[in-house]
């Protein structure tokens, strides 16, 4: 579903394959992407079903496809977070930073959440209690002569 006002055009779709933008044409990105295993938004091939590796591997694929659109200087900006699976640690953020070709690592922020769901019970074994997100923040570099 494309939406457009104002000047502005939002795309609601997977961001695997933006045919419709035009390369070099985005100066901001700024993306959630879904959280692996976690939650069915209820599309047949959305990104989060598959194994972890799969998942960052699709990921991979939209940050290039985001690249492709972008113009030299642009921004992205990934909200993200890690999470506990079966009682294992996926870093997904830093899993991203390091898996992440093209862009340029620019800087990490935090978004505290204060007012954030309480975990369920079956995160008792967590020490603290998770009231913060990453902002993953990457640019693409202008190139010198």
Not at 52 to 63: G, I, S
Not at 94 to 116: C, K
Request: with cysteine; proline share 5%.
């Amino acid at each position: 579903m494309i939406y457009r006002q104002s000047g502005q055009t939002i795309f609601n779709t997977t961001s695997e394959n933006m045919e419709e933008v035009e390369s070099d044409s985005v100066d901001f990105v700024m993306t959630s992407p879904p959280y692996w295993n976690l939650k069915d938004y209820g599309s047949p091939n959305e990104i989060g079903k598959e194994d972890y590796a799969d998942y960052l591997k699709r990921l991979n694929t939209v940050w290039d496809e985001c690249y492709r659109v972008s113009k030299v200087g642009a921004v992205m900006v990934i909200n993200i977070n890690s999470r506990r699976h079966k009682k294992k640690y996926y870093p997904i953020a830093f899993d991203i930073v390091s898996r992440m070709d093209n862009w340029s690592f620019w800087d990490h922020t935090i978004w505290y959440i204060p007012n954030a769901l309480p975990q369920p019970n079956h995160y008792k074994e967590r020490l603290l209690d998770n009231k913060y997100e990453s902002c993953l923040v990457f640019i693409i570099c202008f190139v010198e002569d």
